[in-house]
């Protein structure tokens, strides 16, 4: 089984960075396109960024400019770098990764969510 684990979060003030981190853990065959999404209360979960094996990156609208997302294949790990923060950054941000397993079935594996707050 395959879990996912994240650190970073915490508070920043407006303007500021935070840098999230998650990696996965278990028994990996391939892991595909990692993301990173977030929830604000009472909103729905959006995309902040994703990247496929390949590096290939995709980045919301709203944080294009502000947010990098990375990924490391050798360590199975993804991280999201945030920079110029503004309060409406504020959410809880989770990890996502596309386990495919040996007999090509994909799993989507979801990280707990890690807690991000911006003071203006």
């Known amino acids: 089984q395959v879990q996912l684990a994240e650190s970073g979060g915490g508070s920043a003030q407006a303007g500021g960075s935070l840098r999230l981190s998650c990696a996965a853990s278990?028994?990996?065959?391939?892991?595909?396109?990692m993301a990173w999404f977030r929830q604000a209360p009472g909103k729905e979960r959006e995309l902040v960024a994703s990247v496929d094996r390949e590096g290939v990156s995709t980045i919301a609208d709203g944080v294009r400019g502000r947010f990098t997302i990375s990924r490391s294949n050798f360590d199975q790990t993804v991280k999201l770098q945030m920079n110029n923060l503004r309060p409406e950054d504020a959410a809880t941000y989770y990890c996502?990764?596309?386990?495919?397993?040996?007999?090509?079935?994909?799993?989507?594996?979801w990280g707990r969510g890690t807690q991000v707050t911006v003071s203006s």
């Open positions: 278990g028994y990996i065959h391939t892991i595909g396109d």
């Open positions: 996502n990764m596309k386990h495919i397993d040996l007999m090509s079935y994909v799993h989507d594996l």
